[in-house]
């Protein structure tokens, strides 16, 4: 079991920035990527960016250039720096981590970003 809790969101006007963290316990050596989704009401999940193991990265289009994701495996944590943010960047942000041979999906409990003047 990995057991996943963020922090870092809120309220920000647009062109700002925000820092996520998503802490990670637990079975955390079975851990094969990590990443965060977004949702908004009405709308699914969608991914926003993911890291590997190995550190390589993949984003959303429509984030590419404005968010970084990175990981500090001492720490078991991964972050999303949001620069240069929009109003449709706002949703709730979740934790996501993919762990072991089956790559079962662990959630964190979500953390909401709203970008607004």
């Known amino acids: 079991q990995v057991q996943l809790v963020e922090s870092g969101g809120g309220l920000v006007q647009p062109g700002g920035s925000l820092r996520l963290s998503c802490a990670a316990s637990g079975s955390v050596f079975s851990i094969n990527a990590m990443g965060w989704y977004r949702q908004t009401p009405g709308k699914g999940r969608g991914l926003v960016a993911i890291?590997?193991?190995?550190?390589?990265?993949n984003y959303a289009d429509s984030v590419k250039g404005r968010f970084t994701i990175s990981r500090d495996n001492a720490k078991n944590t991964v972050y999303l720096r949001m620069n240069r943010l929009k109003p449709e960047d706002t949703a709730l942000y979740y934790c996501?981590?993919?762990?072991?041979?089956?790559?079962?999906?662990?959630w964190g409990q979500g953390t909401q970003v709203t970008v607004s003047s």
């Open positions: 890291i590997n193991s190995d550190g390589r990265t």
């Open positions: 996501n981590a993919r762990a072991g041979v089956a790559l079962v999906n662990y």
